[in-house]
């Protein structure tokens, strides 16, 4: 069952894009585009296992990464997204977030939730790249648990990129190009 909220940020628990009930099967709804959600085009149904993701980076679940109902909140997810992409982008040499000439800027998230993660749980995020255009990127984002194959949460964000002082869309540098296209879906 799919547990969490949607794009809009409702709560998403055991219903379709619809609203109907689908407790069991996991449904993923669809994204803006009406795309299957999360899946970059694929069909949403089946997440993608550890060893399909290009990258990866690890996170430390935190104490307060919990919430009441004993498990780690909805929100903390996106934050695993970000934090494990920016990681990636510094570590290669193509994020410099005090004074790069251009920034990304989060357009469009969403995630599809498998199973519950909880302090104090190793997670892995798998990064990959499922579109790269010309100031754009989706990524797409698996959060494992320590010596798991599948997934608890399957997610994508959109950055587009602009020239930090205007704010207006720009071309993605040929080193940060190279980068993601290294990390690109196959």
Do not use: K
């Not at 619809?18 to 069991?24: E, F, R, T």
């Not at 996991?26 to 089946?46: E, I, K, L, M, V």
């Not at 290669?92 to 599809?112: K, M, N, P, Q, S």
């Amino acid at each position: 069952m799919s547990v969490g909220q949607d794009n809009a940020g409702q709560n998403n628990a055991g219903q379709d894009s619809a609203g109907q009930n689908n407790a069991g099967q996991g449904s993923a709804g669809q994204d803006s585009a009406g795309q299957g959600s999360a899946a970059g085009g694929r069909d949403g149904r089946d997440p993608r296992p550890r060893a399909a993701y290009p990258a990866a980076h690890g996170i430390t679940t935190r104490w307060h990464d919990n919430d009441i109902y004993g498990h780690v909140n909805n929100v903390v997810y996106y934050s695993f997204f970000d934090t494990a992409v920016n990681r990636f982008l510094i570590d290669r040499g193509v994020l410099d977030i005090h004074g790069g000439a251009e920034i990304g800027l989060v357009v469009e998230t969403g995630c599809r939730y498998f199973q519950p993660l909880a302090f104090p749980d190793d997670v892995t995020a798998g990064i990959g790249v499922a579109h790269l255009g010309r100031s754009s990127v989706r990524y797409e984002i698996g959060l494992f648990r320590a010596g798991e194959d599948l997934p608890a949460a399957e997610g994508f964000f959109v950055h587009v990129y602009v020239d930090r002082q205007t704010r207006r869309p720009a071309p993605l540098s040929d080193g940060l190009r190279a980068a993601l296209a290294a990390i690109q879906f196959r």
